[in-house]
């Protein structure tokens, strides 16, 4: 029996597992953004001219929510200063100048066998190591299973991997099984559950028959066959799916008893652990046809894009537009010089004809956006709302409670920008309670010093 829940849609998946994983050579020079995670962004702890070693911690914040950064390359750092992010802004960052020696700093040892079944050691490690959420949240991952401890009953690992193009999971999960099954009870240890299930799409049936094979309950995994549909990957989805448990609107999964990691996090948690390495590289997905691929590249963080590219073979046709992540829920980024970061499992390079923007496009009122909501929000209104100015209503149809997964505008004959326009309500959204917050604490702080 396979898992699911309602709604969402069946785009072509363009995925090719098949591609092994190949070696991005590192760049003359990494750019490592101080912010690679969600929260507070880390402060440069080096300096023009400083020698840096291989997983240096190179960027730290004390605050809880918030995650170091670390050296992927040995080398000489060239600057500390704003460079182009991938998801936008200049942001302060790090570059070094590659020796091409890889000098490993050992800062971090491998845990020994008692730190391994330790809770507090396991945790403290994921946190050192910088571990985020590598599926695209980047919310650091220490904090996260760490908030669940006593309330969540059910651990979820996310293994749809349901996004287009994208195979870094499904890669993982065939080429390092049994560091895999190990990294999932090490956060099935940090979160002190008995169990934990591990969803994975029936698109990935050999993954799936491997990992089975490695007798995952005696690490205390569930493998959970769930059913070849986009948003699958969705937390809230992998909690329905799993559990039947349904988050409601303006809910999180710990409200709900519910944890969700990704599978490519676990891996790192295992690296973390087992090895004494922190996040310094991942599996990306380049795809596109503006280059010759796909490729399955494990590139180093802090590879700029461009460079990326031209170690894929180069643009083959002229490039319109980049997509970080997959092409659903992914950002487009605004400059080639932009690195990539912990949470980038794909760069796709797109030309004119992936382009799905139309000039001025009209709605038909054919409700298909409604039927495919995971959400089960109503786009059409909530664009009608928005185009008009009215916030009031649009918040009033739960706006805040769209994920962004893209189902609507994938699905919509007339190709609204549904997604594009609720993204950019929610950061307006947001922008207004900010600002809020602030104006009531500079009252609370007035009122204090009468
Ligand atoms: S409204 Fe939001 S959650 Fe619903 S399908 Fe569209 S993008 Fe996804
Ligand atoms: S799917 Fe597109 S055209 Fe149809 S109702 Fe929704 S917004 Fe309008």
Known sequence: MTHTFQGGVHPNYMKAPEVPISVVTPPAQVVIPMVQHIGAPCKPLVAKGDYVKLGQKIGENPAPVSAPVHASVSGTVVAVEPRPHPLGDMIMSVVIENDFQDTPCEDLAPLTEKELKDPEAILARMREAGVVGMGGAMFPTAFKVRSGVGKVDKLIINGAECEPYLNGDHLTMLNFPEQLLKGIELVRIAADVDKAYYGIEINKQDAIDLLNSLHPENYGIEIVPEAVKYPQGGEKMQIKAVTGREVKPGGLPAGVGCTVVSTRTCYAIYQACYEGKPVIERIVTVGGSAVDGPHNALTRVGTPLGYLAEQCGGFVKDLKKVVLGGPMMGICATSLDAPTIKGTAGVLYFTEKEDRMVDDPQCIRCGKCITVCPMKLEPVF???????????????????????CGSCSFNCPARMPLTHAFKTAKLMFQAKAAKEKAAAEAKAAKEAQK
């Open 382 to 404: 909530m664009y009608m709302y928005y185009s008009k100015g009215d916030y009031e209503n649009l918040e009033k149809y739960h706006v805040m409670d769209c994920f962004e």
